[in-house]
Each structure stands twice: as structure tokens, then as C-alpha cells.
């Protein structure tokens, strides 16, 4: 069986510098490194000890980490948390279902709304009604304690991977879409994109069944069986993450010097040394005039990102190179 991206990536740059990596049979993604040098570190897939402990726990919870980077002056969606009503109970708090959809009445539909700590895109929603908010945050609820609900921004979505104050990969991620050829049904198209995922590599399993596709269509006047003209572009979801079928586009040799300071001021500012910034804005080619950071990242995902080509799968094992190197040069004992 071939192992996960993340492991042979570090399994191979672990041979480049003759460290000795030991991977749990079981889990297939937890793993322990002895470098030549005594120093030993442990992983957990993208979850390296590259960042501290507290800075990390910050980075996973989009609640707190939007409260300190508006602290610190970044841009941020105007958003608030809310909860389930049993974690109510136990904060004394009242932000429950109800204020929520209080709340995005406040902002105007549409807005989105956003597990507070999951990852991956999973159940990330633009709605645009009474009806759909409470649908969507129903389906968060029974996965997780809480919520966000935000301000909707437009423009492109950019993710910034920052590791030790340098950027060394930036891509635009789009959302999952298909384009047509003029005698295809979508379900057709999207079927063809699903084997195109399995031919390159890319270990993403599209789900028909997301709600989230069903409805987008549905704004679109579409179905799965509609036929589109040629080269017709029909976005299947709202956010453009690459977990769900969405497509990257590399930009690391065209980002802007004013987007790369900001990408590792953030970084700094939340005391992570691997950060992936994702942020919208118009065009990050360009000088910055105005943008919104989404949510930083401590152990951000780069497989999808290494399946457009040879030059960026080379990136991330230099990227990875460079992790490794550096938690070998950490003080032996320094973690214990």
C-alpha cells in the first residue's frame, strides 16, 4: 500500500539527511524521527513540533485566532461565535442558534457560516436565508460545540504557506467547478474530474451528496442533468478549498512584496514559525490595497498543492527539507 503523501515526503527528505523515521503500522500517519545528531521529534501527518504547542491550539480555533489578529490590526470578516445550546449552558453564555441567525440578520444575507474548529472546508456555507442558516448550523452542531457567523467577502482566495519569516508557496485556490462541452451532463463532468483526481494522485473523493453542491446548482437554474455550452464554467461550491474538489494556482514567483510581508507579519504576530495565511483580496500580483485574512493555519496541507506538477511537488519536499532541518538543530532536550 502506498503511504499517505505527507509520510513519503518526509520519509524521502528524512533519507536526504540520514535521519531514521519509524511509522505507526496502524494509523499510517503518526511518526517519530531520529536524527543523526540524537535529536528525535514525533509527527502526526501535517502536524509537525515546528510550532509551539499553544500557538498551534490557537491557529485550530478560528474564533480565537480571528479575536488576535483583529487585536493586532489585520483585517479580519466581521464575525462572532455561537454555540450549541448544552455549551451555553456550561459558559453561561446566551449566543445560541438564535442569536446566531440574529446576528446575520445584523450583517445581511448572504453570510458565512463556519464550524468553529473544523478543517478542511467541512461545512463552510454561504447561506442566504433564515431557512438555509438553520439547516447548515443544525448539520455544524451535530459534529461540533460551535459556530461562526460572518460577513461575505468577495474576490480571489489565496493561501500564503510562511516558514521562519520567508514565503516559499503561494496559490489561488478556486472552488470546486466544472466546465462544459457542450453534450455532457454536469454529474457526467463531475464524474470525469473525480477519475482525473484519482489519475494525478490527488486522494480526494468528491461527494454527490453534499447539500452544499445540490443547492448551488439549484441557484443556477441547473441540475446534475443539465448540459452546459462549450467551455461554460458552473461552480459547483461557494468556498474554494482544495479538500473538496477545488483547483490551485500557483502564484509562488508572481505574489506581490506587499502580500508577502503581510503573510509573514502574521505569522510572527500569531508566534508561528509554519504558517499557512488564507486570505481574499482582488489580485495578490499586485500591490496590496485591500484584503481580508480568512484564517491562519499551523499545519497547513500541501499535497493537493504538489499534484499540479514536478516544480511544486519540489517545493514542498524543500519545504519539508527545511522543517526537518530545523527541528534537528533544536536543543536536545528541549521539548521534554
Known amino acids: 500500500m502506498k503511504a499517505p503523501f505527507v509520510i513519503s515526503i518526509i520519509q524521502k527528505v528524512a533519507e536526504q539527511i540520514g535521519a531514521v523515521v519509524l511509522v505507526d503500522p496502524e494509523y499510517k500517519s503518526v511518526g517519530h524521527i531520529t536524527f543523526k545528531n540524537g535529536s528525535k521529534t514525533v509527527f502526526r501527518s501535517?502536524?509537525?513540533?515546528?510550532?509551539?504547542?499553544?500557538?498551534?491550539?490557537i491557529a485550530k480555533d478560528k474564533g480565537c485566532s480571528s479575536?488576535?489578529?483583529?487585536?493586532?490590526?489585520?483585517?479580519?470578516?466581521?464575525?462572532?461565535?455561537?454555540?450549541?445550546?448544552?455549551?451555553?449552558?456550561?459558559?453561561?453564555?446566551?449566543?445560541?442558534?438564535?442569536d446566531g441567525f440574529d446576528y446575520a440578520k445584523?450583517?445581511?444575507?448572504?453570510?458565512?457560516?463556519?464550524?468553529l474548529n473544523l478543517s478542511q472546508g467541512i461545512l463552510v456555507v454561504k447561506v442566504y436565508n433564515k431557512r438555509e442558516y438553520y439547516q447548515v448550523v443544525k448539520k455544524i452542531l451535530r459534529k461540533t460545540s460551535g459556530f461562526i457567523v460572518e460577513r461575505f467577502h468577495s474576490g480571489n482566495d489565496y493561501r500564503v504557506v510562511v516558514l521562519d519569516e520567508e514565503v516559499v508557496v503561494a496559490y489561488q485556490r478556486t472552488p470546486l467547478l466544472v466546465v462544459g462541452d457542450g453534450k455532457s451532463s454536469i454529474i457526467q463532468l463531475l464524474q470525469q474530474k473525480q477519475e482525473t483526481?484519482?489519475?494525478?494522485?490527488?486522494?480526494?473523493?468528491?461527494?454527490?451528496?453534499?447539500?452544499?453542491?445540490?443547492?448551488?446548482?439549484q441557484r443556477q437554474k441547473l441540475t446534475f442533468d443539465s448540459v452546459t455550452p462549450q467551455d461554460t464554467i458552473v461552480y459547483l461550491l461557494d468556498n474554494a478549498n482544495l479538500s473538496t474538489?477545488?483547483?490551485?494556482?500557483?502564484?509562488?514567483?508572481?505574489?506581490?512584496?506587499?502580500f508577502q510581508k503581510l503573510a509573514i507579519r502574521v505569522a510572527?504576530?500569531?508566534?508561528?514559525?509554519?504558517?499557512?495565511?488564507?486570505?481574499?483580496?482582488?489580485?495578490?500580483?499586485?500591490?496590496?490595497?485591500?484584503?481580508?485574512?480568512?484564517?491562519?493555519?499551523?499545519?497547513?496541507?500541501?499535497?493537493?498543492?504538489?499534484?499540479i506538477g514536478?516544480?511544486?511537488?519540489?517545493?514542498?519536499?524543500?519545504?519539508?527539507f527545511k522543517i526537518l532541518k530545523a527541528l534537528e538543530n533544536e536543543p536536545i532536550g528541549k521539548f521534554s
Open 197 to 217: 483526481f484519482f489519475k494525478t494522485g490527488r486522494k480526494i473523493t468528491i461527494d454527490f451528496d453534499d447539500f452544499r453542491i445540490k443547492r448551488k446548482l
Open 46 to 57: 501535517t502536524q509537525l513540533n515546528i510550532n509551539g504547542f499553544g500557538s498551534g491550539e
Open 67 to 98: 479575536f488576535f489578529l483583529k487585536h493586532f490590526g489585520y483585517k479580519v470578516p466581521e464575525g462572532k461565535t455561537f454555540f450549541s445550546k448544552k455549551l451555553c449552558e456550561k459558559i453561561s453564555t446566551l449566543r445560541n442558534i438564535d
Open 268 to 307: 510572527k504576530d500569531m508566534s508561528l514559525r509554519l504558517a499557512g495565511v488564507d486570505l481574499i483580496t482582488s489580485d495578490i500580483t499586485l500591490p496590496m490595497i485591500n484584503y481580508t485574512i480568512i484564517e491562519v493555519n499551523g499545519s497547513p496541507g500541501l499535497s493537493n498543492y504538489a499534484s
Open 310 to 320: 514536478e516544480l511544486q511537488t519540489t517545493r514542498v519536499e524543500k519545504l519539508y
Open 106 to 115: 445584523e450583517l445581511g444575507f448572504p453570510v458565512i457560516v463556519k464550524p
Open 245 to 258: 474538489g477545488g483547483d490551485a494556482i500557483d502564484v509562488t514567483e508572481s505574489i506581490h512584496a506587499d
